[in-house]
């Protein structure tokens, strides 16, 4: 089955010019889900299998979990005050990782 990058984009509510957030060109290959949380956008790629963050107006991507975490497939990524937690379809767990 093929995958397909879909870049993540911001565009201003009232209109204006669309800027992209997350792509291929940033080492995004396969988002899953993305998430916003406190001025921070969370994202869970599958390709390769990471959970990030940068801030929702653009800048530096931070690697926040990788294999060594135990991301395999994360399809899914919510975080709260303290931790980010992410779902994974490859091994059907929930995980977390202190913020």
């Given amino acids: ?3 397909y990058v879909v870049p993540k984009l ?3 509510i009232g209109g204006g010019t669309t800027t992209t957030l997350a792509s291929s060109a940033n ?3 396969q988002i ?3 998430t916003i949380n406190a ?6 790629n ?5 959970i990030a963050s940068m801030p ?6 931070t690697t926040i979990a990788t294999s060594t975490n135990g991301v395999v497939t994360p399809v899914q990524v919510m975080v709260n005050s303290n931790d980010i937690y992410w779902f994974d379809s490859a091994t059907t767990n929930i995980m977390d990782i202190r913020r």
């Fill in 56 to 61: 929702i107006g653009g800048g530096a991507i």
């Fill in 10 to 12: 911001r565009t201003p």
């Fill in 46 to 50: 599958a390709n390769p299998p990471l």
């Fill in 32 to 34: 899953n889900f993305f």
């Fill in 1 to 3: 089955m093929p995958q």
């Fill in 39 to 44: 001025g921070s956008l969370y994202i869970a």
């Fill in 27 to 29: 080492g995004f290959n």
